[in-house]
């Protein structure tokens, strides 16, 4: 599926983000999707305290105790294991309840969201593997090639 990078800019940089070179993730954790207030992993959130916000009668016994010092973190995900953020949890529950789903027009366009999501995480696997293994694929790799068979550290591109 590789595709010739063309002369200009443009098409360099469109060749950037369909490998998944150019928006890759920094961070280690999963990160959360949506508007830019939910753009932020979970290890952003203060881990609560829970003697402030959990209490327990007189007469609890000592498994209520020890339930009530366990930490629970609720994680909403859709059938494709992706990790939802709070609007698209309520939405899906909303859609659950009332017994109807989203309109078809959108339920397309996250479907391709999800694809083309999917799709540059292949894409940036596969790069990161032939970098690990030093087999650099596509334009890089005939790059990394070339340069390797003349000896030069660069390259003179004739247009």
């Known amino acids: 599926e590789e595709s010739g990078v063309g002369r200009g800019l443009a098409s360099f940089v469109s060749m950037l983000k369909s490998t ?44 209520d105790q020890e339930f009530a010092k366990r ?8 059938k494709h294991g992706r990790l939802l953020t709070s609007k698209e949890a309520y939405r899906e529950l909303c859609y659950q309840f009332h ?8 339920e397309d366009k996250r479907l391709r969201r999800i694809a083309m999501e999917q799709a540059e995480a292949r894409n940036a696997s596969k790069s990161m593997a032939a970098a690990r293994d030093g087999s650099a694929i596509g334009t890089l790799g005939a790059l990394k090639a070339t340069q390797k068979a003349t000896g030069k550290a660069f390259l003179v591109h004739k247009t």
């Open 71 to 78: 930490e629970i973190k609720l994680e909403y995900r859709d």
């Open 20 to 63: 998944g070179e150019l928006n890759q993730k920094r961070s280690t954790g999963e990160e959360l999707r949506g508007r830019a207030k939910d753009e932020r992993n979970y290890d952003n959130y203060k881990p609560l305290e829970l003697d402030k916000v959990v209490k327990i009668g007189a007469n609890a016994t000592g498994k």
């Open 99 to 106: 017994g109807h789903g989203a309109s078809k027009k959108n």
